[in-house]
């Protein structure tokens, strides 16, 4: 094999691909990136743990075909390093030490036989939806967020995804939150699915979004896997088996007080008054009264902090809790110029929401102080 590319190019894919291999597997081929010469002018580079694969094809210069499989973690810090011109690729013989020269630097590099990588299986369907990336990216960014880290097997641990007819609904719940948004989207062939994505397989999607100039990502599901499908790359993963909640009946619809807020000016607000919070807790207390809002946290051990704000309010005072956290992840992924929250009474879930997006929702159950 022997064959030579731009340091920028590979470089870009191999950040793209090398976060989908292996970290500790059981095969050490798993933390290997594959490298395929394809043709004259492309070669192939994919990663995979098994549950989660990502293939790129770049152009390249190619003289003789072949494969071989480098760590990935060394072969990206070492091209990471390289100076921005022609990197060749060099494998001969049987030993599987590969020569890379780029300049005045060169490396050797020992990897393991293209023959030992798992054929990776892509699930073979024609049956397609193309959507639309911006609709899709924000989504996902709206939902990621609020799902579990305690189980990643748990359908907790996944995004919800739905696509009915044009519109693209999404949601993801932990226990003590839920976040959905819905987003309008073409769906020319009227195809429909639900599925339950795992977390890490939406963040790697995002990743492998670095550099790319579709305007649509073309998405199938079949057998317990999805694939997403762009012009020169892919990435396939398996879903999470499972029912998902119901979680359209924890949002409440009769809630009876409103409040409307600067968002940024919370944000700022809430991270002032948590440098005093309870770092086990991360309980903050705010108290609604008549167009004020007064945010406190107190900590034994430090001291307390409180903060107040003006807002849109003319309910009745109302004091409630909440995990902090919980309310900064929601704001920091809408992108309104205000806040709606919608509560009812101290103990009852609160909806957070982005003004210019009724669709784009945040559920937060408050914290029952004792």
């Not at 049956?127 to 189980?151: H, M, N, S, W």
């Not at 079949?222 to 997403?228: A, P, T």
């Not at 709606?340 to 609160?350: Q, T, Y």
Request: with cysteine; net charge negative; charged share 25%.
């Amino acid at each position: 094999m022997k064959f030579s590319a731009e340091r920028d190019v590979i470089n870009n894919a191999l950040n793209v691909v090398s976060k989908a291999a292996a970290v500790r597997g059981i095969q050490p081929v798993l933390s290997n990136v594959l490298i395929e010469t394809r043709n004259n002018s492309e070669i192939k580079l994919c990663a995979t743990d098994l549950d989660i694969s990502v293939e790129m094809i770049i152009p390249a210069e190619s003289s003789e075909e072949g494969s071989i499989t480098l760590p990935a973690k060394k072969l990206t810090e070492i091209i990471s390093k390289l100076p921005n011109e022609k990197v060749s690729f060099k494998l001969e013989g049987e030993n599987n030490i590969v020569e890379i020269k780029c300049g005045n630097s060169k490396f050797d590099i020992k990897g393991i036989s293209g023959s030992e990588f798992p054929p990776v299986e892509y699930p073979e369907s024609d049956d397609f939806v193309e959507v639309e990336i911006d609709p899709l990216l924000k989504a996902i960014r709206q939902t990621l967020f609020a799902t579990a880290t305690y189980d990643m097997n748990n359908v907790l641990s996944g995004v919800f995804c739905k696509i009915e007819g044009n519109t693209l609904e999404m949601a993801a719940l932990d226990g003590n939150r839920l976040a959905r948004i819905k987003e309008e989207i073409e769906n020319t062939d009227n195809k429909n699915f639900s599925v339950i994505i795992p977390s890490r397989t939406l963040k790697e999607f995002v990743n492998v979004l670095s550099g790319v100039y579709d305007e649509k990502v073309a998405i199938t599901v079949k057998n317990g896997q999805i694939l997403f499908k762009l012009t020169d790359r892919y990435i396939t993963s398996r879903l999470i088996e499972g029912q998902y909640p119901n979680y359209e009946q924890l949002i409440p619809t009769t809630n009876s007080k409103q409040a409307v807020i600067d968002r940024s000016k919370l944000l700022a607000s809430l991270d002032r008054v948590a440098t005093m919070v309870n770092e086990r807790t991360n309980i903050i207390k705010m108290a609604f009264n008549n167009d004020s809002l007064k945010i406190t946290a107190d900590t034994p051990d430090l001291g307390d902090s409180c903060d107040e704000l003006a807002v849109d309010y003319k309910s009745d005072n109302l004091d409630i809790a909440f995990n902090y956290r919980y309310i900064q992840d929601f704001l920091k992924v809408i992108e309104a110029e205000k806040v709606i929250i919608e509560m009812d009474g101290s103990l009852s879930g609160v909806l957070y929401k982005s003004e210019n997006e009724q669709d784009a929702i945040c559920l937060i159950m408050p914290v029952q102080l004792t």
